[in-house]
């Protein structure tokens, strides 16, 4: 230590003498500038002075060995382990089945309810009772006409079976019989006719019962007895049936992952309202990149459950990278020098435990921990904490 602080005097009284001794002006502006550049470049050199002569001494001086010398650090070692790059995105949930019910008939007035929002309803139940007085009128007119036809019907066919017989005892003319057939033929045309029509009224009348598409859960009836029930006022609809076992998170992954994504790829679904997590398979990878956020979507279907509502937030993770048997570093213990990226690791050497510096290669980054491809083996012991400011061959100890 006396020799360090030796030279540092020495240096320093070089640096004063050169200042001293100059010819440059420092009453001037670019005389000061000139004198403060040399004063740095000098401060530079005297601080790598400083520490070769410190590594040096490190390795000569015998008395430095001892355990007040060694740096303290921490080590840990390496083992193979699964190393896994995962995309993290944000995504929504959506339901494959939702449902936005309309009147078939058009926009009528609501005379009963059957329905209130969040209950839980069937495929094909009733919801809504609409005003159908008018199409009511009309299938029983259409019916009492029917019965007329079915009068005048029975009324034709026996004057035919009378002309009939009459016609082969000999008795009569041919045409009143051909007059009598004609007749029963079409009134029986006009009955079929009325009874297709009823049918259709009766259709008609079927539409103002307002029935559920889909089962599921009513999330939206906004609609009340009296009111006129289209199907949705402005954007907001009035009945509105999701079901919820039929879910999907959606998402937009940057078009620079386009090659790594695709069907079947997994991802982990985290639902953080509902501390739910998911890890299941990307079921839709879109071919279309969106021009305004430059990004495609993508879709994975979830496994029921009823704490999933649709529009909830989703954490998600793609993984796009993976390797079996892989040695990861935490990503602070890697530096970088003019040969590229290196870490350091403690060995036994001559009895003392001493670092040695390793040039690695590196792979994918994730989290707190980088792959390292090559450059380290298992079973090496990585120096974890303590590996600011040591050098290849200093003297450690472990904390």
Request: glycine content about 8%; some cysteine; overall charge positive.
């Amino acid at each position: 230590m006396q020799k360090i602080v030796q030279v540092i005097f020495m240096a320093t009284a070089l640096t004063v003498a050169s200042c001293g001794g100059g010819t440059t002006d420092t009453n001037t502006l670019a005389g000061k500038k000139t004198e403060l550049e040399k004063l740095k470049k000098d401060q530079a050199a005297i601080g790598d002075k400083i520490k070769t002569l410190e590594q040096e001494i490190a390795k000569l001086d015998t008395s430095a060995a001892g355990s007040d010398a060694a740096k303290l650090v921490t080590t840990a070692p390496l083992v193979l382990q699964p190393f896994a790059h995962y995309i993290d995105l944000q995504g929504r949930v959506e339901s494959d089945n939702i449902s936005y019910i309309a009147p078939r008939m058009g926009p009528a007035q609501v005379r009963a309810i059957y329905v209130k929002r969040g209950d839980r309803v069937r495929k094909g139940q009733l919801l809504l009772k609409l005003d159908d007085a008018i199409i009511r009128q009309q299938v029983a007119a259409s019916r009492q006409n029917t019965e007329t036809i079915k009068t005048q019907l029975s009324l034709a066919k026996d004057v035919y079976n009378r002309r009939n017989n009459l016609w082969k005892q000999g008795i009569g003319t041919e045409i009143e019989l051909i007059t009598a057939r004609t007749n029963v033929e079409t009134l029986e045309k006009q009955l079929a006719a009325a009874n297709e029509s009823i049918k259709v009224q009766e259709e008609q009348l079927s539409g103002y019962n307002v029935y559920a598409d889909v089962d599921g859960v009513a999330d939206e009836v906004n609609v009340r007895v009296g009111e006129i029930f289209s199907g949705a006022v402005g954007t907001t609809p009035q009945i509105k049936i999701v079901n919820t076992n039929n879910l999907k998170v959606i998402t937009d992954v940057p078009e620079n992952y386009s090659g790594k994504v695709r069907p079947g790829s997994q991802v982990i679904v985290r639902l953080p309202d509902v501390n739910r997590t998911f890890t299941v398979a990307i079921t839709l990878s879109g071919q279309v990149i969106d021009p305004n956020n430059r990004s495609f979507r993508a879709e994975a279907k979830l496994p029921a459950d009823n704490n999933i509502r649709p529009n909830q937030i989703a954490e998600v993770k793609i993984l796009d990278y993976s390797a079996a048997n892989a040695i990861a570093v935490p990503v602070n213990t890697v530096g970088t020098d003019e040969s590229g990226k290196f870490v350091f690791i403690a060995v036994t050497e001559g009895g003392k435990l001493v670092a040695r510096k390793k040039h690695v290669v590196v792979g994918e980054l994730y989290g707190q921990a980088i792959e390292i491809r090559s450059g380290l083996i298992a079973g090496q012991q990585l120096i974890t904490e303590g590996y600011q400011n040591i050098y290849d061959g200093q003297v450690l100890r472990k904390s």
